[in-house]
């Protein structure tokens, strides 16, 4: 079972990989803050699957920080802290 | 499983490649955030889980916020100011192979290194009982090694003074601004994000005792709770800061100091720990340490002395 | 194996495949909004799936639960970041491309 596990792994890290072509080719902002979105949630399953193959739970704590900050940066890509006073 | 490792390791040194020679500021940031995430993955690989804790809250998390804020902040972040990349190619690219070659000596000089037997590590896991906490990390940062823990705190502080000497508030004492896209889904955020991340990081803090966590990782995502609130206008940069506010942030350094000076009477050393107090201290310095560790992450972000609820 | 086992790794490689499609669709749609039309819906499902399987194979109930949580914040999170990029995107005057 942990075989199938590794597997999945090592396909979501090639994707990671491959949408990466996203973040180089752009062509605007938006589109590379997806490519941190996706990258993102990719994370997150490859961090789930690895708390199985590794028996290591703590990675779940990894992942749901990944999914809470993942809401940050894209505020942090819209909104201008630069005061309009 | 070896494959996977390979990827990854290929995927970073990419990714730290494209993020030196990147021609363009905002491409570098966004590479920089995503080579965050795969070094928490490596992190996990490499039986860390601490440490891919403090990547997830401060690498890709919080600093990755702070250089896109700062981005944002820059004038003529928009695309079509952009024609001057910030330095000239051969710059980049020397940089890139410098940095290439510095790595190749650091593995070559690691890889040389021969760890020692009877090194301090197995001698502080034996005494791991005495330490009050059942997790080897949170013992060593905070018992074994608190000196330097108090220390870092300090360097943090400094840190933060400095900065605020050198740079002029990413918000001039005025709140969060977004041109053209206040979209309703704002309020929402805070509401829901603020309070989650608030839990997260207290339980990290917590969690310290017995399993991956800790101050550094709980404190970073309790920032990240307040960077929130002043990106959702919630708080906002003051140019005086409170004496609450001043407070909170030398609490962990004060705390600390106080807890191993009150105990040298009673054990005749500095922080040194009466055996059936130590867990009780070390959780309350934790809490402490997490505090001004927030504060200090909430006050570079905004670059401001103080921050204050905006009048509505 | 048993039958959580099949379950597991039919879900798991469910969730891949969802990962796969809204990788390629994030490559190959032509503007902005459609590939954030790709990777909402893709990445989401494929998350979900991966996260079943994962809670499956953990046969912990706390574990299970934590999952869980992860994935539902996962859905609040890209719903409220691809929200975000779209209006700003549309605020920037991006275009959508008209495909011969």
């Known amino acids: 079972m942990t075989g199938l596990a590794v597997l999945a792994a090592l396909a979501l890290v090639i994707f990671f990989g491959l949408g990466l072509l996203r973040i180089h080719l752009g062509p605007t902002d938006a589109d590379r803050i997806l490519s941190i979105q996706l990258s993102g949630t990719t994370t997150v399953a490859i961090l789930l699957l690895l708390s199985v193959i590794v028996d290591m739970p703590a990675l779940l704590y990894v992942a749901l920080i990944f999914v809470l900050f993942a809401a940050v940066i894209a505020i942090a890509f819209v909104r201008n802290p630069k005061g309009g006073a | 499983m070896i494959l996977f490792d390979g990827v990854l390791a290929l995927l970073i040194v990419v990714l730290a490649w494209r993020c030196v020679t990147a021609g363009d500021l905002y491409l570098g940031i966004v590479v920089f955030i995503v080579m965050g995430l795969m070094l928490a993955l490596s992190w996990a690989r490499l039986d860390a889980p601490d440490l891919a804790l403090a990547e997830a809250a401060i690498g890709a998390g919080l600093l990755g916020v702070l250089l896109l804020s700062t981005w944002r902040a820059l004038p003529g972040h928009r695309r079509q100011d952009r024609d001057h990349p910030p330095a000239r190619k051969a710059v980049r690219w020397l940089a890139g192979v410098a940095s290439v070659a510095f790595g190749l000596v650091m593995a070559a000089l690691l890889h040389a290194l021969q760890p020692d037997e009877d090194a301090a590590g197995a001698l502080a896991l034996g005494r791991l009982t005495e330490a009050g906490v059942e997790q080897p990390v949170t013992a060593v940062l905070l018992n074994f090694r608190s000196y330097d823990t108090l220390l870092e705190m300090g360097v943090l502080l400094m840190a933060l003074i400095g900065a605020l000497l050198a740079r002029t508030p990413l918000a001039p004492y005025g709140a969060a601004t977004d041109d053209g896209t206040d979209s309703p889904l704002i309020p929402v955020l805070a509401t829901t994000f603020t309070p989650l991340l608030l839990l997260v990081g207290a339980f990290l803090v917590w969690a310290g005792a017995y399993g991956p966590g800790g101050a550094f990782q709980g404190g970073a995502v309790l920032g990240g709770a307040g960077v929130v609130l002043v990106l959702c206008n919630r708080l906002q940069g003051a140019p005086e800061a409170g004496i609450l506010l001043r407070l909170l942030l030398v609490l962990g350094v004060k705390v600390f100091i106080l807890a191993g000076l009150l105990m040298l009477p009673l054990e005749g050393a500095f922080m040194a720990y009466p055996p059936g107090l130590t867990y009780p201290i070390m959780i309350a310095i934790e809490f402490c340490l997490a505090t001004s560790i927030a504060v200090s992450l909430l006050l570079l972000f905004t670059g401001t002395h103080g921050v204050r609820v905006p009048e509505r | ?100």
């Open chain 3, 1 to 100: 194996m048993s039958i959580s086992a099949w379950l597991a790794a039919l879900l798991i490689v469910a969730g891949t495949g969802f990962f796969f499609a809204g990788t390629m669709g994030l490559l190959r749609f032509p503007d902005v909004f459609s590939r954030l039309h790709a990777l909402t819906k893709a990445d989401n499902t494929g998350l979900g799936l991966v996260a079943a399987g994962v809670a499956l194979l953990h046969q912990s109930w706390r574990h299970a639960a934590l999952i869980t949580v992860i994935w539902l914040l996962a859905l609040a999170a890209s719903s409220i970041a691809c929200h975000l990029v779209a209006r700003d995107a549309l605020a920037r005057g991006e275009q959508r491309e008209e495909k011969p």
